[in-house]
């Protein structure tokens, strides 16, 4: 599968943004989808992550309240919602999946666990 992801841009804090990744080349109805974040000279980091189904997410613990993980199958598509978003947030976004069904908060628990990468968007949070 290829993933595409999109959405990222310059952003005020307390601004929202919603990030997509589409996949092509396979239907991603089997993949668990990560979205991940890394700044420059920091290991890339698990945001949040959704199962096949949409039935299981993950989200880490700064973004809890803020952020939204869900995806669309009919579309092939996953997404994160960003909302209250604050300068720390700053990060080139990825998007990652494995056809695996995994406890989500192990799947986003290692950057190395997606087989599939989309390239990064750059969330830039700055007033």
């Known amino acids: 599968v290829q993933l595409q992801a999109s959405g990222g841009g310059v952003v005020q804090p307390g601004g929202s943004l919603r990030l997509t990744c589409v996949g092509s080349?396979?239907?991603?109805?089997?993949?668990?989808i990560g979205w991940y974040r890394q700044v420059p000279g920091k290991e890339r980091e698990g945001v949040a992550c959704v199962n096949s189904n949409g039935g299981s997410i993950y989200l880490k613990d700064s973004v809890k309240g803020r952020f939204h993980v869900f995806r669309d199958n009919n579309k092939n598509t996953a997404y994160l919602e960003m909302n209250d978003l604050k300068p720390e947030d700053t990060a080139v976004y990825f998007c990652?999946?494995?056809?695996?069904?995994?406890?989500?908060?192990?799947?986003?628990?290692?950057?190395?666990?997606?087989?599939?990468w989309g390239q990064g968007t750059l969330v830039t949070v700055s007033s």
């Open positions: 080349g396979d239907t991603l109805y089997d993949y668990s």
């Open positions: 990652g999946a494995r056809k695996v069904e995994w406890d989500m908060s192990h799947f986003c628990g290692d950057y190395r666990h997606p087989r599939a």
